[in-house]
């Protein structure tokens, strides 16, 4: 079926360090690729999105790949800080809907 | 910040009770989703919706059931809580812009059915 695969679930490093985040998609009709980071007792907020037109995107010290032949992308945060620790969410939209990875709780020591 | 708001944000509730968690969004957005969120962090989708009278079910079965009377407005209906129930809910919303746009989530409701 139609689903998202997301790696690694948990993701320390230290402050200044980056950090990098997986995720695998198995409809390769998909063309919008969102990734939303959660803060405790929140919803997930937007954080950046790439669409299939685009390889690379980047956005001060976030960026994101697209491999679509692969069917992967990728989410790089350079120069972490101790507010960048969250819940990290990929997705993807398949047939309309978007499909969630399974999350990454990334956690940035000072 | 989005403009969708879910209420209530806590419920504890007795099992067999019937119960209606609501979400409303100011932004005229066509496609509105229920995600249920488990401990272990992840989102599935139980319920979506594209506009006005139209409701689909998402990927995660499940015994609630929703309405979509108005645009803004797409309530989700428990008839008889059990505490398999219990679980985080997230509503969002998103235009329909072609297909494939941010989506905005609500602070979520956390239910437990005891």
């Known amino acids: 079926g139609e689903n998202v695969e997301q790696h690694p679930s948990t993701l320390s490093v230290q402050e200044g360090d980056s950090a990098v985040i997986k995720c695998t998609y198995s409809d390769s009709a998909s063309n919008y690729f969102p990734w939303y980071k959660q803060e405790l007792g929140k919803g997930p907020q937007l954080i950046i999105d790439i669409r299939s037109n685009v390889g690379e995107k980047k956005d001060q010290r976030i960026a994101v790949t697209l491999n679509k032949t692969a069917k992967h992308f990728s989410l790089h945060i350079t120069e972490t800080q101790p507010e960048d620790s969250a819940v990290y969410f990929c997705a993807a939209s398949i047939g309309g809907k978007l499909i969630f990875g399974q999350g990454t709780e990334l956690s940035v020591k000072p | 910040e989005a403009d969708i708001y879910q209420t209530p944000r806590y419920l504890v509730i007795g099992t067999g009770k019937k119960i209606t968690l609501e979400c409303s969004q100011t932004m005229g957005h066509d496609k509105m989703y229920w995600y249920q969120q488990d401990p272990g962090m992840e989102l599935h989708l139980i319920h979506y919706?594209?506009?006005?009278?139209?409701?689909e079910k998402g990927d995660l079965s499940s015994e609630s059931t929703v309405s979509r009377i108005r645009t803004e407005h797409f309530p989700l209906t428990l008839e008889s809580a059990r505490p398999s129930h219990t679980s985080q809910y997230l509503c969002?919303?998103?235009?329909?812009?072609?297909?494939?746009?941010?989506?905005?989530f609500g602070q979520g409701t956390r239910l437990t059915v005891v």
């Open positions: 969002a919303s998103s235009s329909l812009g072609g297909g494939n746009t941010e989506a905005f």
């Open positions: 919706s594209y506009g006005v009278n139209s409701t």
